[in-house]
């Protein structure tokens, strides 16, 4: 079982950045680490994604490109998620979350199976 665990969230100005970690009880083999968010009314949506072993395929969802970078460090079993230019629309709560297998550019929670507790960010 693998146990996620974040943090980072908090409350920012728009324009502002905020750099949430994710740390992994254990080191993960073949799954695609990502980041969800969810606002309130809203479905959970994906934000970004990384493969676990070879650091490629990095998918973004259209909303944050250019603005959200998302990274790993294997030896620290770490997920990052370098949130800049930050907007109110940014608002969530941000999971951390590791799908079976190799990322494909799905960016639905379908597959997950492992989530993280959630961290709040907020943007004002």
């Known amino acids: 079982h693998v146990q996620l665990v974040e943090s980072g969230g908090g409350s920012v100005q728009s324009g502002g950045s905020l750099r949430l970690s994710c740390a992994s009880s254990?080191?993960?083999?073949?799954?695609?680490m990502g980041w969800f968010r969810e606002a309130p009314g809203k479905e959970r949506e994906g934000v970004a994604f990384?493969?676990?072993?070879?650091?490629?395929?990095?998918f973004y969802d259209d909303s944050v490109k250019g603005r959200f970078t998302i990274s790993r460090d294997r030896e620290r079993n770490r997920l990052y998620l370098q949130m800049d230019r930050l907007s109110p629309e940014d608002t969530a709560t941000y999971f951390c979350?590791?799908?079976?297998?190799?990322?494909?550019?799905?960016?639905?929670?379908?597959?997950?199976?492992?989530w993280g507790q959630g961290t709040q960010v907020t943007v004002s």
């Open positions: 990384i493969n676990s072993d070879d650091f490629s395929n990095l």
């Open positions: 979350a590791a799908k079976s297998g190799r990322c494909t550019g799905d960016l639905t929670p379908r597959g997950v199976k492992y």
């Open positions: 254990v080191r993960v083999h073949n799954y695609c």
